[in-house]
């Protein structure tokens, strides 16, 4: 067999077994990506009706009250994000430490991450109850009475967010850990040996080597933090006191699934996509940027 | 490292299992198929013309509450059990995700055979032929006396192509829901105060001191834990607005209306019913324990009560009784009346199947009996409800009060009349802060028409388009 | 000695602070499970019960009947098993071939692949869903098992990140055996791989699994929904009858299986987990 031969059945076989994932990738998601933004530019009613009204739905946007609701809504439930990283680094700089039962403490805190967002949207929903939940329950101890936090829209955002960090903790602290495991203890002997105290080796040692990761998590959280949908359809199907719940996401199934207004529903969802990639895009800038800092 | 013995035992356990399943999965979906098959194409049945014997599987998608739930599920085994060779599949689904569930069906063209929708939505399933026309069956069928059934709930679902109202049917009424007022007889004895009127309704002022009378502390803690009353805005309001003379929309139904100083006045009438007058529980506390608990608990004088609450409120711990509500300045009594049609897919391959169903499920005694005895709702029938509101010696008395708003002063919900409902939902999103007494009701309704008006104009050009 | 004394004291106080936290962190689920077992009654009690006496059962029996629990177990088997063993064969076969076969194109296709993670499923749910419904494949579970089964981008681009770590000559000594080109995969490259394939197949189960958006838009009839779907129903059904027992019994259920997956598997899945934050 020569070597050209073989290099040609070689050519065949990889786009064979590449074959599957490729098509999958054109059919599920590059063509529908393309029909969403067409559609985007159309009256798009999903019963019949698709015609072309230009950029009409992308202006109609812009005053959209309900809209505008839904992304505040969405980007103010971020605000988990920091929360979240902070707490999570602390931990697991507590665990790094080499306290007793880290083993035990990392399957704890990683249990809410493997439990299904449905399930745990269900237990938050009753824990947050203004009577007899949970939360309110444990308010009492310390002699505050807590709100209906569901049914209010000052505490519907904050139940959200303290239960988002509670279920995305363990995961981030598990980055953070593995981030630190591989810092080398000798950085930390030299730098005892010059002095520095806790929070200057922090400074230089610790937080330049999480930083990739805590970039890493900032940008997966804001991306998959864009996409919040099931616990506002558990919790508040309606879309929460004065709309104070509802999502990005969910306003776009509202408005494709519920009113039959495709169109512009795809309208969001490309804006939506937009706001992603840009985001992404950022990561790999920034990410580009830091590798060339270390080296 | 890993251990790879326990790898390899998994993987060939995940493998055999999904292997089973998968065949499990493969008789699923072909049987799913043959059974539902709405789109007719994927069948090759379709040579296979009526054969008796073959069971004709209709799929029926309602929603409602647990009490409902089981109500109409009894009833479609009844129907069952008359049609030997006929199988209802059926969805069901709470109240707050019907809307969605119906709507995605719909658009992904796996229509239920049967189903609810609510008339507002009926313009719109008519144009894009989502609703099969109902009118030669009814006429064929000769037990169905229209005369018999609530003109008004009847009435709501015929279109004749440019207005509703009028022309061919294309569902029936589930039910006709007249939204009435409820009091607590035993509080108001306790108090001492007369019994309200159950034909000479309140005037507003009346309505406020009674209220008062009935707000009191009784366990000293300077805190009132038994209140005159506790309206959900986006249920009551329609009453205090219409019975001023005021309305959403004008009568062409083209034009926003809320910036009506009597329709300010109304709204603020209900908001000086918490703030002013005190005779609610404030949203603080509505949010702890919600005015409908409170009231089931005794601790309220008035409430408003629908007939689906019938066998709920059959175990309250006190005695209740209907009356009109309070009268604004038109000096008359105002409500709506709800109602949810039950339709049938055009697209369906048993029609005569499909509005049998539906004409046991809406107008035929038996069927009706079954609903009326379960507390869920109203007959549909004339004659059966006026029997039914003769009796007195079931709660709550005066049953005779819902009949006089179906017949006499309900209104349908505004929303009812435009291609959709945004614009009026619109109004209640941001409310809040009205009834909380921050915004005043005059600043809001100016504030509030334009982007109303703006979600009704485009729902007029939806229509216009959908026509096309 | 103050020295280490010290060191003593941080790491108790340490200690203390994560105990609380786990506290925090399993105290909710484990008062999930407390009202799964009361009676409708006890749920209300004030103050609340930790330890209900006697332990009421009853609800995980109600359960079974209360809604379509078993048939929903059974739907999100079946999706989630068909994906990922098929899945994992296809991203399996895609990583070999990107990371050890030549051909024209390979890495532009390859990052055409990567950049598509990029693009949220929001934004391509409203198209997928014509396009199963012109298929007549609403209210089935066809829209949930057949793009999986096209394999999975994450999973070939880790698997891919594994292989670079093979040896190229092991494949090219076989190459010029002429052995062929699958059994390259199937006897030398797979089984190098095969705790890598394992720990991305757990962790792709569980996400389809936990899925909620994708079924709630195409399941209708009860018994094609999966258990995420029926949990929501149980919520959506009972709450207003507060039966919060039941609702929590039959969340606990759904809960199960992924906590049994992961107490087994603890060690593996937080490595891979690890890793993906790493590499990423």
Redo the contacts between chains.
């Keep these: 067999?020569t070597t050209s031969n073989?290099?040609r059945?070689?050519?065949i076989?990889?786009?064979l077994?590449?074959l599957?994932?490729?098509?999958?990738?054109i059919?599920?998601?590059?063509?529908?990506?393309l029909?969403?933004i067409y559609?985007s530019l159309t009256?798009w009613?999903?019963?019949?009706?698709m015609?072309f009204i230009g950029l009409s739905n992308f202006t109609d946007l812009f005053?959209d009250?309900?809209f505008h609701k839904a992304v505040f809504n969405t980007l103010f439930m971020m605000l988990g994000i920091p929360i979240g990283i902070t707490l999570a680094l602390l931990?697991a700089l507590?665990?790094n430490?080499?306290?007793?039962?880290t083993t035990t403490?990392?399957?704890?805190?990683?249990?809410?991450v493997?439990?299904?967002?449905?399930?745990v949207s269900?237990?938050?929903?009753?824990?947050y109850n203004?009577?007899?939940g949970?939360v309110n329950?444990f308010l009492d101890l310390f002699g505050i009475s807590g709100?209906?936090w569901m049914?209010?829209?000052y505490t519907v955002k904050p139940a959200l967010i303290i239960m988002a960090v509670?279920k995305g903790?363990?995961?981030t602290m598990?980055?953070y850990?593995?981030?630190l495991q591989?810092v080398s203890r000798t950085y930390y002997e030299a730098a005892e040996l010059d002095g520095a105290n806790g929070f200057q080796s922090f400074r230089h040692i610790t937080w330049p080597m999480v930083r990739p990761?805590t970039f890493?998590?900032v940008v997966?959280n804001i991306?998959g933090g864009?996409?919040i949908?099931?616990e506002m359809?558990?919790m508040t199907?309606?879309g929460g006191?004065?709309?104070a719940s509802a999502s990005?996401?969910f306003y776009?199934?509202?408005k494709?699934?519920?009113?039959?207004q495709?169109g512009y529903?795809?309208a969001m969802?490309?804006v939506?996509?937009a706001f992603?990639?840009v985001v992404?895009?950022i990561q790999f800038r920034m990410n580009e940027k830091s590798s060339f800092d270390v080296d | 490292m890993l251990k790879k013995k326990g790898w390899f035992t998994l993987l060939s356990l995940i493998l055999t299992v999904s292997v089973v399943l998968a065949g499990c999965g493969g008789n699923n979906n072909n049987a799913a198929k043959s059974n539902t098959g709405n789109t007719g194409t994927t069948e090759n049945t379709a040579t296979k013309t009526d054969d008796s014997k073959e069971t004709k599987e209709l799929t029926f998608m309602y929603r409602g509450g647990t009490d409902e739930q089981a109500a109409y599920k009894k009833v479609v085994e009844k129907f069952e059990a008359d049609h030997p060779n006929v199988k209802v599949k059926i969805i069901v689904t709470a109240a707050d995700q019907y809307a969605t569930k119906l709507k995605a069906s719909i658009t992904g063209k796996s229509i239920p055979d049967v189903f609810y929708f609510e008339s507002g939505d009926l313009k719109a399933y008519v144009n894009s032929g989502v609703l099969l026309d109902l009118n030669s069956y009814i006429e064929a069928n000769k037990d169905i006396n229209l005369d018999n059934i609530w003109k008004y709930g009847v009435d709501l679902y015929r279109y004749d192509g440019t207005m509703a109202g009028q022309g061919n049917i294309y569902g029936m009424p589930k039910d006709v829901g007249p939204f009435a007022l409820g009091y607590n007889k035993t509080m108001f004895e306790k108090a001492g105060i007369p019994l309200p009127d159950k034909d000479k309704p309140y005037t507003w002022d009346e309505f406020v001191k009674v209220a008062q009378q009935l707000t009191v502390d009784t366990t000293g803690d300077g805190k009132p834990d038994q209140y005159g009353t506790g309206f959900n805005v986006q249920w009551a309001l329609q009453a205090f607005v219409w019975s001023n003379g005021a309305d959403w929309i004008d009568s062409t139904k083209t034009k926003v209306t809320i910036d009506d100083p009597k329709f300010a006045e109304a709204l603020q009438y209900m908001a000086d019913l918490q703030n002013k007058y005190k005779v609610t529980p404030s949203t603080e506390q509505a949010q702890t324990l919600d005015t409908y608990q409170r009231w089931m608990k005794g601790e309220m004088a008035f409430f408003p009560v629908g007939p689906w609450d019938m066998s709920t409120y059959e175990t309250l711990p006190f005695d209740y009784d209907l009356i009109p509500y309070p009268a604004g300045s038109t000096g008359k009594s105002a409500t709506w009346t709800g109602s949810l049609g039950i339709g049938a897919s055009a697209k369906t391959k048993y029609p005569e199947e499909a509005v049998a169903l539906i004409d046991y499920l809406t107008a035929s005694k038996e069927g009706m009996e079954a609903l009326v005895k379960a507390k869920v709702q109203i007959p549909n029938l004339i004659d059966m409800a006026t029997e039914w509101a003769a009796d007195t010696s079931t709660k709550p008395a005066n049953k005779e009060e819902f009949l006089q708003i179906v017949n006499d002063y309900g209104r349908v919900l505004p929303g009812h009349y435009t291609y959709n409902a945004e614009w009026y939902n619109l109004f209640f999103t941001d409310i809040q802060p009205v009834i909380d007494g921050k915004v005043t009701a005059a600043d809001y309704v100016k504030s509030e028409q334009p982007k109303m008006q703006k979600l009704l104009d485009k729902a007029i050009e939806q229509e216009e388009k959908s026509k096309k | 000695m103050s020295h280490s004394r010290k060191r003593n004291l941080t790491s108790t106080i340490i200690f203390i602070v994560l105990l609380i936290g786990a506290v925090f962190m399993i105290g909710p689920l484990l008062w999930m499970l407390s009202t799964s077992l009361k009676d409708k009654q006890d749920v209300f009690a004030l103050p609340p019960v930790w330890i209900p006496s006697p332990f009421n059962f009853g609800k995980y029996k109600e359960i079974w009947e209360a809604g379509p629990l078993l048939s929903g177990i059974k739907n999100s088997l079946i999706i989630a098993l068909s994906v990922t063993v098929v899945g994992t064969f296809t991203s399996s076969l895609a990583a070999f071939a990107f990371a050890k076969l030549r051909f024209p194109g390979k890495n532009k296709i390859f990052l055409l692949m990567l950049s598509s993670l990029m693009i949220p499923y929001p934004a391509v749910m409203i198209p997928q869903f014509f396009i199963f419904s012109k298929l007549g494949w609403i209210d089935t579970l066809w829209p949930l098992i057949v793009p999986g089964l096209f394999g999975n981008i994450v999973m070939i681009f880790f698997l891919r990140q594994y292989l670079s770590s093979v040896p190229n000559a092991i494949i090219e000594a076989a190459k010029i055996d002429g052995s062929s080109y699958f059994r390259l995969y199937s006897s030398i490259t797979f089984p190098l791989i095969k705790p890598a394939i394992a720990a991305q197949l757990i962790l792709w189960f569980m996400g389809i699994w936990n899925d909620y958006l994708a079924p709630i838009i195409y399941l209708n009839s009860p018994e094609k929904q999966t258990l995420q779907l029926v949990i929501a129903n149980f919520n959506a059904t009972y709450a207003i009858q507060t039966d919060y027992p039941l609702i929590m019994a039959a969340s606990i259920i759904s809960l199960l299986p992924m906590l049994i997956i992961f107490l087994v598997f603890q060690k593996q899945i937080i490595e891979s987990v690890a890793i993906s934050g790493v590499k990423g």
Excluded at chain 1, 45 to 49: E, I, K
Excluded at chain 1, 105 to 112: C, D, E, K, Q, S
Excluded at chain 1, 256 to 260: E, H, K, Q, T, V
């Design positions: 067999m073989l290099y059945k070689e050519k076989y990889g786009f077994f590449i599957a994932p490729l098509l999958g990738l059919i599920f998601t590059l063509y529908p990506m029909y969403s559609g009256d009613d999903g019963l019949g009706q015609s005053t009250e309900l931990l507590g665990l430490r080499g306290a007793r039962g403490f990392r399957v704890i805190y990683y249990v809410p493997i439990s299904s967002l449905a399930a269900i237990m938050w929903n009753w824990a203004g009577d007899y949970l329950q709100p209906n049914a209010n829209k509670w903790l363990g995961y598990l980055l850990l593995a981030a591989s990761v890493f998590i997966t991306i864009s996409q949908f099931t359809n558990i199907p309606t006191p004065e709309y990005v996401v776009i199934w509202q494709a699934f519920g009113s039959f495709m529903a795809s969802a490309v939506l996509g992603i990639f992404t895009l």
